[in-house]
T-cell receptor
Framework: SQTIHQWPATLVQPVGSPLSLECTVE??????LYWYRQAAGRGLQLLFY??????ISSEVPQNLSASRPQDRQFILSSKKLLLSDSGFYLC?????????FGQGTRLTVV | AQSVSQHNHHVILSEAASLELGCNYS??????LFWYVQYPGQHLQLLLK??????LVKGIKGFEAEFIKSKFSFNLRKPSVQWSDTAEYFC???????????FGKGTKLSVKP
């Protein structure tokens, strides 16, 4: 089955600083990849999804962007973080109707 | 729009108590339903899933869930919880516009030894 590697596990960044979260996938090829965010007291919200290299779609307007430079690599970025970007970010790979998740990154913007 | 509601934000139980976590969904199509669990410091992992057939689904670690179509519910149960069940539990349904799962807000379970 798929394994999702996501890092770092925790991150504290000042407002206005850049962000780069990386996710890599093992055990499958050409996966559908997703970035989710869980803000405090809210469910997992889909931010971006990708069906292939260079193909990114965004679900919600926001301060973040995503890229997929390789088949099994998915990156979440920001040029300038906002306080509202704080949350728990999860990378996921969907195989059929089941999703597999990375360990998540807890981002605190201060 | 599709949605998933989990009724309890935080549940606190003593060991050996019985557990039931509520989950209701709104989705007009054929549903696939999931419960995911996240133990402290670990990644989200699948607890159990329902695709079709017997509406009573058994998962790992003694958990089970019952799909009641008429109530749009998929409640998670365990007869006797253990301290190691302390975790956050997420209910999810297929139905996102991009093939993604739609998650509830999660229920944090704390089990007192």
């Amino acid at each position: 089955s798929q394994t999702i590697h996501q890092w770092p596990a925790t991150l504290v960044q000042p407002v206005g600083s850049p962000l780069s979260l990386e996710c890599t996938v093992e055990g499958t090829s050409n996966p559908n990849l997703y970035w989710y965010r869980q803000a405090a007291g809210r469910g997992l919200q889909l931010l971006f999804y990708s069906v292939g290299i260079g193909q990114i779609s965004s679900e919600v307007p926001q301060n973040l962007s995503a890229s997929r430079p390789q088949d099994r690599q998915f990156i979440l970025s920001s040029k300038k973080l906002l306080l509202s970007d704080s949350g728990f970010y999860l990378c996921a790979c969907q195989g059929g109707t089941e999703a597999f998740f990375g360990q998540g990154t807890r981002l605190t913007v201060v | 729009a599709q949605s998933v509601s989990q009724h309890n934000h935080h549940v606190i139980l003593s060991e050996a108590a019985s557990l039931e976590l509520g989950c209701n969904y709104s989705y007009g199509g054929t549903v696939n339903l999931f419960w995911y669990v996240q133990y402290p410091g670990q990644h989200l992992q699948l607890l159990l899933k329902y695709f079709s057939g017997d509406p009573l689904v058994k998962g790992i670690k003694g958990f089970e869930a019952e799909f009641i179509k008429s109530k749009f519910s998929f409640n998670l149960r365990k007869p006797s919880v253990q301290w190691s069940d302390t975790a956050e539990y997420f209910c999810a349904v297929n139905g996102g516009s991009q093939g993604n799962l739609i998650f509830g807000k999660g229920t944090k379970l704390s089990v007192k030894p």
